[in-house]
């Protein structure tokens, strides 16, 4: 087998065989095809696309080219949920902990953020003596002994996603969809999870910036999950402005604390009881959307899932204290009002800007060497739809630099836009792929 001739078959349009996939995902992976061919591949592939058997094909392929999770020492199903990412997406803090106080266990690999905010490893490095640094034996212990546990991911878990991702993002190769889904999936086939349940985000602040191409991603990766023999489930939803009100590593801890004790935002609320009613029916813990919802709501007024979140912590050396009293958690010396400069309806927010701000602030990394502070961001005080007067506080921001503050609100007001008729306020569940 070549790689010159497999180039050739997708440039003119031809479909590579499972055989032709597999040998090209090992041989690459093991060094034996050069960059220089699998580039060449990659641009057939954005030009050409990949129908579904491919694309099932690739991702398997690319899942069993490193270290897979075998978590079949972990008792009932257990339920993976992945967010393609937005600005304040604090959502697996409270959502993990809620359902696994349902009795869903949650086994769960994350990694850290690059870009505007931290990844959820980083977030949960904000409770004090936290870590992800677990054997593989204590993780499966802990889902065991407590319903949950995170550890990082492992360097080697879906080996050719990594060393693709890496040629794609200096190729101009990583948005086609069948690549973006298989690059996701892989990952989350060789995490061991039974059923997965997906949470594909649109708009300004995500990577899919239109409705047409998210519905599309979770059609694929849908298709690409139940072809694996898993029960997959995806949420299309909202991020044409931040999640909730936080943006920032322990100000989005805070906000998640606030929503187990039945207190966080709105919208953060609603996406968490929606994803967490289908992890409850993925794992069989119920039927319908209605009793998964109930079971939520009691867990949450009973203090269960707050409790849980506390021994999750604990288990992996963080302090359960700051669960009850996150005032322990990191603050920012400077906290300073961003007020209007003008009146009207907040009509759009451009949703990455803010996440910019974030960043600029020193709650996210510009490369992944670069230092994060776990204590600066933003935290909301009106979103799109909002009456706004003059002088009114549209938001706080935490800095620990007077510099930094005053670069990120500059920038900050300038993602705001205002009309004088009344707008109306974003829905932020689009729709679902079963």
């Known amino acids: 087998m070549r790689m010159y001739d497999l180039i050739m078959e997708k440039r003119n349009g031809g479909k590579l065989s499972e055989e032709e996939i597999r040998w090209m995902i090992e041989s690459y992976t093991s060094g034996e095809i050069p960059d220089y061919q699998m580039a060449a591949m990659m641009m057939a592939v954005y030009f050409r696309g990949m129908d579904e058997e491919e694309t ?22 257990k339920v993976d949920k992945h967010s393609t990412g937005g600005v304040g997406d604090k959502t697996s ?42 054997s593989t ?16 991911q492992t360097a080697n878990l879906a080996l050719a996603d990594k060393k693709l ?40 602040g995500a990577f899919m910036k239109t409705q047409e191409d998210a519905f599309a991603l ?7 999950g139940k072809n694996a023999g898993k029960y997959t489930t995806a ?14 590593n322990a100000l989005e801890v805070k906000e998640a604390i606030d929503t187990l004790k039945g207190e966080g935002p709105e919208d953060f609320t609603e996406l968490v009881k929606e994803l967490g009613s289908r992890m409850l029916i993925a794992g069989q ?110 938001a706080v921001l935490h800095a620990n630099s007077r510099e930094k503050a005053a670069e990120a609100k500059a920038r900050f007001l300038k993602a705001y836009t205002f009309s004088n008729s009344p707008c109306e306020k974003r829905k932020l569940i689009l729709g679902s792929v079963e």
């Open 285 to 394: 813990k119920a039927e319908t959307i209605n009793q998964a919802e109930e079971m939520l709501a009691r867990s949450i007024a009973e203090g269960k899932a707050l409790d849980k979140l506390a021994d999750f912590v604990e288990a992996q050396g963080g302090s359960r204290e700051e669960v009850y009293h996150p005032e322990l958690l990191p603050m920012a010396g400077i906290q300073e009002e961003i007020c209007s400069e003008q009146e009207g309806y907040i009509s759009h927010i451009q949703c990455d800007e803010i996440g910019i701000c974030s960043l600029i602030l020193g709650g996210g990394r510009e490369t992944k060497e670069s230092p994060i502070d776990l204590s600066v961001g933003l935290v909301l005080g009106k979103k799109a739809g909002d009456y706004v007067k003059k002088g009114e506080v549209l």
């Open 137 to 152: 034996e204590t993780f499966i212990n802990n889902v065991n002994r407590i319903g949950i546990a995170i550890m990082g």
């Open 93 to 134: 803090l409270a959502l993990i902990p809620l359902v696994a106080s349902c009795g869903i266990p949650v086994a769960k690999m994350s990694g850290r953020g690059l870009g505007h905010t931290g990844g959820t490893i980083d977030k949960l490095e904000s409770f004090r003596g936290f870590s992800t640094g677990i």
């Open 165 to 204: 991702y890496a040629l794609r993002d200096v190729t101009a190769t990583v948005d086609n969809l069948s690549l973006i889904a298989s690059s996701i999936m892989s990952k989350k086939l060789a995490a061991g999870a039974d059923a997965i349940v997906l949470d594909v985000k649109t708009g300004s």
């Open 56 to 77: 099932r094909n690739l991702t398997i392929a690319m899942a069993e080219s490193g270290e897979r999770l075998d978590l079949s020492a972990i008792n009932g199903v």
């Open 235 to 248: 949420l299309v939803t909202d991020m044409d402005q931040p999640l909730g009100l936080a943006v920032g």
């Open 218 to 224: 979770a059609r694929e990766m849908v298709k690409i």
